[in-house]
């Protein structure tokens, strides 16, 4: 069974800084791509950056320029360094793991809420 366990969210202010981890454990197969996904109140899940394990990523336009996606493959973690935090930035943050195959696996973490006063 995989489980993602994700860490590093809290309270900042507009212009701050956070990090966040997500740590996959189980079986996880070398063919897989990791991502960050946010969920503002009253909007759907939207992606914000993914990787995959050769560091190819994209990002929400958003976000670019803003936050940083990256990944250690011997731990199995992805990160997400969010510098100059917006308001708008705010919601609960959601670590994926997608194992590619036929078919394909997905896997979510619980979630972590970040919060951006102005």
């Known amino acids: 069974q995989v489980q993602l366990v994700e860490s590093g969210g809290g309270l900042v202010q507009a212009g701050g800084s956070l990090r966040l981890s997500c740590a996959a454990s189980?079986?996880?197969?070398?063919?897989?791509?990791m991502g960050w996904y946010r969920q503002a109140p009253g909007q759907q899940r939207a992606l914000v950056a993914r990787?995959?394990?050769?560091?190819?990523?994209n990002y929400a336009d958003s976000v670019k320029d803003r936050f940083t996606i990256s990944r250690d493959n011997a731990k199995n973690t992805v990160y997400l360094q969010m510098n100059s935090l917006k308001p708008e930035d705010t919601g609960v943050y959601y670590c994926n793991l997608v194992i590619y195959g036929t078919p394909n696996y997905e896997y979510w973490g619980q979630g972590t809420q970040v919060t951006v006063s102005s």
């Open positions: 990787i995959d394990r050769l560091g190819s990523n």
């Open positions: 189980g079986r996880i197969l070398r063919s897989n791509g």
